[in-house]
């Protein structure tokens, strides 16, 4: 699938628009802090903020990246995402650009999506060895 430099654009703006707004609802939210803080994450709080958010909407019980992890992180852990499901939740990194110029002092950011599945669309490995605990 392709798409035009206009679409890619109006793609990037709302991404940026929807960390924006994710990032000054994290500051006043205490409670999202306090979990932050027990799990020990070594994501960035609003990283890990933008992910619970979309948990929060979706019901779903948990903290990001313990509970809510990439298709390859459950691998890992021992687990495999069962047959159908699809990823309801996103997480954002933030990749590089290229320098538009050599007098620019920064490389652009761009927001990276990807895709998260929820213990409750897991199921342990046959044989496998689970690292840690759901």
């Known amino acids: 699938m392709s798409f035009t430099k206009e679409e890619k654009q109006k793609y990037f703006k709302e991404l940026r628009t929807s960390w924006k707004r994710s990032k000054e609802l994290s500051e006043n939210d205490e409670v999202a802090q306090a979990l932050f803080r027990e799990a020990g994450m070594n994501t960035s709080y609003a990283s890990f903020y933008f992910t619970l958010q979309q948990m929060r909407a979706l019901k779903m019980e948990g903290i990001p990246y313990v509970d809510c992890k990439t298709f390859n992180k459950w691998k890992e852990s021992g687990y495999i995402v069962k047959k159908g499901e699809k990823s309801k939740v996103n997480g954002i990194t933030w990749i590089s650009g290229k320098k538009e110029d050599e007098d620019d002092e920064e490389k652009k950011l761009y927001p990276k999506v990807y895709k998260l599945f929820h213990k409750s ?14």
Do not use: F, R
Not at 121 to 133: C, R
């Open 121 to 134: 669309q897991v199921e342990e490995l046959e044989g496998g060895e689970k690292n840690e605990e759901l």
